[in-house]
């Protein structure tokens, strides 16, 4: 049986295969940090790249490789790069990408730090940005000027949960001649494949559903097309983005049960997202998998599922969202998501607290806004820990 036409869940386990001398049936860690020739005209061969072979870690590293091969191959893309974490990936992109007096266009609920380095940092670099709603198209058609470079989205964005179109978004983006850059991290290429709907770069942040077991931390960008793949690859060598082999290692060992780990959180997900829904101390639930998504249908047609991640809305405010903090008892009160543990987390007291209650509500970020990633416990025992803290409201 050929291995290049395997279905999802079969890729999971295969692709990116090793063999080496012994038949191990994982790939090792090769934890080196350089690798010996086997001769001075090796060396050269192995430089100049007439030769395959493995330099420095820092450049590649067969452990890495296998890891950028698989999530490459799940995403149906051309190659991947791998980083020392998502913020590795995001920054490898836009260096590469984005040079003196570019401009680039974005969601304006994105990742925190993804818009905060491009507003603090790269401003120094005469780059500049436009935020705006990208879930309406119309908006984005309107952000970009000729010095426009990219168009970088995230979908579902977070927390609002705003589904954005990919394939409209890639038609904009190429119509002005610029790469389409999507942050896969909330769907994994399990549930959404942007380069199959027309986005040139996909990213993620590894530390999430890939690995999915809240042990490391990484990212890895995978390319549609060769050109874009040399253009980051030596950006990652260059400016030390790289991931260590033992992360790659724990990452891809967490990758191969994505699939069962997300159709059972999945399930969970549903049910709590309906519980909650129908919960009289809650006013709303964001979840791709509700009718009362304000993005229902188009989820519906770019995701393969609804995902894992839960929005919603306590009628107390901040101080019931602090209470219910307070009192859940399994749920993890944690920032991160994606991982087989359930993560709780309460933005207008934790991770946006230091942004003025203007600006958040701006961001659609609400103080009764609660964030919930559920992981694979018992759907029972995640709803019973909910309702008695809700009950303390
Ligand atoms: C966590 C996260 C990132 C950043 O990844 P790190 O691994 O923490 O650097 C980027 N995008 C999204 C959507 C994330 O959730």
Redo the contacts with the bound molecule.
């Keep these: 049986m050929k291995k290049d036409n395997l279905r999802f869940s079969s890729k999971l386990i295969h692709a990116g295969d090793h063999k080496d001398q012994y038949g191990s049936a994982i790939v090792p860690i090769y934890q080196t940090s350089t690798f010996s020739f086997e001769s001075a005209d090796h060396g050269a061969k192995c430089f100049s790249g007439e030769a395959e072979g493995y330099i420095y870690t820092r450049i590649a590293n067969p452990t890495i490789r296998a890891l950028e091969k698989a999530v490459a191959s799940l995403e149906n893309g051309y190659d991947g790069i791998a980083t020392s974490?998502?913020?590795?990936a995001?920054s490898t992109i836009y260096m590469a990408l984005l040079s003196n007096g570019a401009h680039i266009v974005s969601h304006n609920a994105i990742?925190g730090?993804?818009r905060g380095i491009i507003e603090t940092i790269f401003p120094k670099f005469g780059i500049e940005s436009t935020y705006i709603d990208a879930s309406k198209l119309e908006n984005i058609e309107k952000a970009i000027k000729p010095n426009t470079k990219m168009l970088y989205i995230?979908t579902p964005a977070?927390p609002t949960m705003d589904i954005i179109d990919i394939k409209a978004a890639a038609e904009i983006a190429h119509k002005h001649g610029i790469p389409l850059v999507v942050?896969n991290?909330?769907c994994s290429p399990y549930l959404q494949r942007p380069l199959d709907l027309g986005a040139d770069i996909v990213l993620h942040?590894?530390?999430?559903f890939i690995n999915g077991h809240a042990d490391i931390?990484?990212?890895i960008i995978v390319t549609k097309e060769k050109d874009y793949y040399d253009k980051l690859r030596p950006v990652m060598i260059n400016l030390g983005f790289n991931i260590d082999p033992h992360q790659a290692f724990l990452a891809h060992r967490g990758l191969k049960t994505l699939a069962v780990r997300m159709d059972r959180a999945q399930e969970s997900s549903i049910i709590i997202a309906e519980y909650l829904e129908n919960h009289p101390k809650v006013s709303w639930v964001k979840y791709p998998g509700l009718k009362s998504h304000q993005n229902y249908e188009l989820g519906k047609k770019q995701m393969d599922g609804p995902g894992c991640m839960i929005s919603f809305e306590l009628k107390g405010g901040l101080d019931a969202g602090k209470i219910l903090m307070d009192n859940v008892q399994l749920a993890l009160l944690a920032v991160?998501?994606g991982g087989v543990e359930t993560l709780i987390q309460h933005p207008a007291s934790m991770t946006h607290s230091k942004i003025s209650k203007e600006h958040r509500e701006k961001a659609g970020i609400t103080d009764g806004l609660v964030r919930f990633s559920v992981g694979i416990e018992d759907v029972n025992d995640i709803m019973e820990d909910i309702e008695q803290a809700l009950q303390m409201i």
């Design positions: 974490s998502g913020m590795g995001v990742y730090p993804a995230e977070n942050d991290t909330f942040s590894m530390t999430k931390v990484g990212g991160s998501l």
